[in-house]
């Protein structure tokens, strides 16, 4: 019994075949038990019981011939049968239904000289004929259609009743689906660190233990790949550093400023890898202080004046403090505007900050060459770049504006990118007051 037990809580099929073998069981008992029911109402009509085929005489003598009708009203009731009479000029009878076709019964068995059994529908009536009469008695139908539907209807009834169990079982049964669901789409989405929880020891338990075991390889192949590269961009720094050192004893020359180019290249994409990898961790660490923040982005976008096409300004009236990591904020107001300098083809590039609600608003907006529609999705992922020929120094690395979008999401944030070719592009950061890592709740 135990081994039984045990083997239902295992598997999930056993399970449903036990709840759809029982609904159909129970289906098969409540639709037999209804249809016996209305059998039995419907075939509700006997053997002539003894007493009439022995008082036959009595009966049709109180009736009289010709027969007194008050009578005959009086015996039909008391005897709780049907009484007809007919002859040529008359016909009666002490029910109003009529039920029964009485002219076409056929003969079955004798009872007296003037009184035989007969037949009609499969169902046994006494026929009398005495004094130019026909008398006929018969079983009042107690077939009563009402009955029937009532029995009809409990029965449909119960079917709903069992149909409604079975699927709030089977809907009990399938709620890990619906955890499974919402895990995987969390994972999906890049929280490794989220865990399907369930006890239980079916299929779908073994299921909800390997997506949890999926979920811990891919954050450890993660978490090496991006130990790795940390590594990686550390011990560069090394050879870089020797290699700017000999830079230093070089002669002045049009190699030498080649090569110093090339080496700071290469310092700021590792900066770049590095910083990227830093904000990509589930908390990233900012160092955050209360900034006034039109100003600094207007402080910060000062640096860029000397652009030929001109940057113009639209700031708010009256400032806001946000809590803010400076050196990041810094970082992704450089970028955008590195970005639309490139681009922006010397047009004039705005800057505008503004408030929406408790957010700000950073926007660069350029008209320079725009980005196609189908890269839009793409533009801000690392090493994307819109036109694949693009050089390097007009193209850069393509870790820019995913620097952008990591550390707009660091300070709970986000990066919304609008372009059209040949038109410009519209870049916008939303920033709340303060970072979820800042809030009270996250303490």
């Known amino acids: 019994m135990t081994t039984l037990v045990q083997g239902v809580r295992r598997s999930l099929f056993v399970r449903l075949l036990l709840i759809f073998g029982i609904t159909v069981i129970l289906f098969f008992v409540i639709f037999s038990i209804s ?30 011939a010709p027969p007194n009708l008050g009578n005959a009203m009086r015996l039909a009731e008391e005897l709780d049968w049907s009484i ?19 002219e076409d019964s056929a003969f079955s068995r004798k009872l007296t000289d003037d009184a035989e059994v007969r037949s009609v529908n499969n169902e046994d009536i006494i026929m009398v004929q005495r004094g130019g009469y026909d008398f006929y008695l018969y079983q009042r139908s107690l077939n009563d259609n009402s009955s029937n539907y009532v029995v ?9 009743i069992v149909l409604f169990l079975n699927y709030f079982m089977v809907n009990k049964l399938l709620d890990p689906v619906r955890l499974l669901r919402r895990g995987a789409e969390r994972i999906r989405l890049g929280d ?17 233990e390997s997506i949890n075991h999926m979920a811990d390889s891919l954050q450890s192949m993660l978490e090496a790949k991006r130990q790795l590269l940390l590594a990686i961009s550390h011990e560069l720094r090394t050879p870089i550093t020797k290699a700017k050192l000999r830079l230093e004893f070089m002669p002045e020359s049009s190699e ?53 096409g001109g940057i113009e300004f639209e700031l708010p009236q009256q400032d806001r403090d946000f809590v803010i ?49 189908e890269h839009l999705s793409q533009i801000s992922e690392p090493f994307y770049r819109a036109d694949s020929a693009r050089q390097r120094n007009t193209g850069g690395f393509g870790l820019g504006l995913y620097l ?40």
């Open 152 to 160: 009809l209807y409990i029965g449909v009834a119960l079917g709903s």
């Open 84 to 102: 007809a009479i007919h002859n040529p000029i008359m016909r009666w009878s002490s029910d109003n239904d009529n039920r029964l076709d009485l």
């Open 35 to 64: 249809l016996r029911t209305v059998n039995q109402n419907i075939n509700t009509i006997d053997a002539i019981p003894d007493f009439f085929t022995r008082n036959i005489e009595s009966i049709i003598g109180d009736i009289g």
């Open 325 to 373: 990591d400076n050196l990041r904020i810094r970082l992704l107001i450089t970028n955008l505007l590195n970005n639309a300098i490139r681009h922006g083809e010397e047009n004039p590039i705005v800057v505008r900050v503004s408030f929406e609600g408790e957010d700000v608003l950073l926007e660069v907006e350029d008209q320079g060459e725009g980005i196609a529609e």
């Open 404 to 443: 952008c979008r990591l550390i707009a999401q660091a300070h709970g944030g986000e990066l919304i990118i609008e372009s059209q070719v040949g038109a410009g592009t519209h870049i916008t950061v939303r920033l709340p007051p303060r970072p979820p890592s800042d809030l009270p709740e996250a303490e």
């Open 192 to 208: 490794l660190n989220f865990r399907v929880k369930s006890n239980r020891q079916d299929e779908l338990g073994e299921l909800t």
């Open 256 to 308: 030498k400023d080649q090569l110093k180019e090339d080496i700071q290249e290469i310092e700021l994409l590792i900066s770049d890898l590095i910083e990227a990898e830093r904000l990509n961790e589930e908390h990233a660490v900012l160092t955050t202080d209360p900034t006034p923040i039109a100003a600094f982005v207007e402080g910060v976008s000062e640096q860029f004046a000397s652009y030929p």
